[in-house]
């Protein structure tokens, strides 16, 4: 039964869209992450405009912080500049000794996909309630998943 409970967990995790994926890590790593070594999870499709051109998903990942990122790891990436990042202090003091000990944070995320642009929006936050804001206002007007994988309200 192990098997069949890993194999699950995989399938949930499991992001299937390669271009999607990347323009996460890509964000990430420009936000002051190890994007390319993010793990995913609970990558869903919470959205549709009909007959599905724009879509919006939801995802979680685990990642770790660069402290030699130019930009420090911020809570909210929707517009630099304004009270969206979070100073870690803690990095700029190491810059000539050891190997400072990996940090990891447990972020939420939105991507919104126009098809009909050939555009994706990936947002990033350290709180769920953050992204369930962004998430109401996207998906106004939007088929949404509802339920325990939805973000919508029943």
Known sequence: MN?????????????????????IRSHLTQNGYFGHTAKFEAVRL??????????IFRFEVTARVNPASSSTAGTDSSSAGTDNMIANAEHSEHDHGPDPEAEYHRLYGLVREDH??????????????QRLELF???????????????????
Not at 116 to 129: A, D, L, P
Not at 136 to 154: E, F, H, T, V
Request: charged share 30%.
């Open 3 to 23: 098997w069949w409970q890993q194999l699950r967990k995989k399938w949930d995790d499991w992001c299937g869209d390669r271009e999607m994926e990347m323009s």
């Open 46 to 55: 919470v959205a549709v405009q009909r007959p599905g051109w724009l879509q």
């Open 116 to 129: 009909r642009q050939n555009r994706s929006n990936v947002r990033v936050f350290q709180s769920e309630s």
């Open 136 to 154: 109401q206002r996207w998906s106004d007007g939007l088929i949404c998943l509802r339920g325990a994988k939805g973000l919508a309200n029943s």
